[in-house]
């Protein structure tokens, strides 16, 4: 149990067959998120290549650029990640860099005042496996990709004190909005998807380093999801939903593909993509329910 809590690693993981259950970490990510089967290929062949000792010595087990429109699976990828990796998909800490678009704001994240504790190096000195997600890197100061140069150059960062943090056991993830409207315009037909993607990627090389693209494991596209996608999407949350009351000891009937259909059309937003779903789901299903269950 020490073990465990100083690691992040689940007891129940230490000694089993890990070989069995790394080789299945693909499926259980594609039974997770939807319609993006390239990205999930790629982060669970960089978790392989990584337990089989073949990955890159003294770097990160992986590192990827996600891009794409909201609410498409990356930050859900990121957290089902976390889940296979560790057992737990609060093993991942969430950074928005839009909080990180000056330069003094560096010092958050290696360098905490009396009292605080450093955004980045300290959460990973005291919990060294985890997923680390920055979100909306693009708006990070340029100081800011400069420490995230380091730790995917060198495997570690030194912070404040001068204490040397190592990186290898975290899985570090950027995710962008970098040419999502190119995206949009492929999945309504203005033009091929193969030529969104390259338009898209001609926007991160103009506005990343190359240095930094090229130390990354995968950089990684995110379609937009279609209407049968977002179906999917539905379900699966609608499931959580159900076992969550399940849990309680309420039973939830089988839903309709009528209904599936009515709560997409309530909540589906194209800026959002599947995001609203969920949002939609705790309002009008779950606030009802639990009021009905409390005799209210």
Request: include cysteine.
């Amino acid at each position: 149990m020490v073990v465990s809590l100083l690691t992040g690693i689940p007891v129940t993981q230490i000694g089993e067959n890990e070989k069995e259950r790394f080789l299945g970490i693909g499926d259980r990510l594609h039974n997770r998120v939807v319609g993006q089967d390239q990205a999930v290929n790629d982060v669970a062949n960089a978790v392989l290549r990584w337990r089989a000792g073949s990955g890159r010595p003294q770097h990160p087990i992986g590192s990827f650029l996600f891009l794409g429109p909201t609410g498409v699976g990356k930050t859900e990828l990121a957290k089902a990640l976390a889940e296979q990796l560790f057992d737990d998909e609060n093993q991942l800490v969430r950074m928005n860099m839009s909080e990180y678009m000056e330069q003094h704001y560096v010092s958050r994240l290696i360098d905490a005042a009396p009292g605080f504790v450093a955004q980045l190096t300290e959460v990973v000195r005291r919990r060294p496996n985890i997923v680390l997600l920055f979100e909306e890197v693009e708006k990070a100061h340029i100081s800011v990709i400069n420490k995230l140069l380091y730790i995917l150059e060198d495997g570690s960062l030194t912070d404040g004190q001068g204490r040397t943090v190592d990186f290898t056991n975290t899985v570090v993830i950027m995710t962008s909005n970098l040419g999502a409207d190119h995206l949009q315009s492929g999945l309504s037909g203005k033009c091929t998807m193969q030529v969104a993607h390259d338009r898209v990627m001609q926007e991160v090389t103009d506005h990343f380093w190359l240095e930094l693209l090229g130390q990354l494991t995968k950089v990684v596209v995110f379609n937009p999801l279609s209407h049968q996608q977002l179906r999917k999407v539905a379900r699966l949350q609608i499931k959580d939903v159900a076992n969550r009351f399940c849990r309680k000891g309420t039973t939830l009937v089988e839903v309709t593909d009528g209904a599936v259909d009515y709560i997409l059309a309530e909540s589906y937003d194209p800026v959002y993509g599947a995001r609203p779903i969920r949002r939609w789901l705790e309002k009008k299903v779950v606030t009802v329910l639990s009021m009905l269950i409390q005799g209210k």
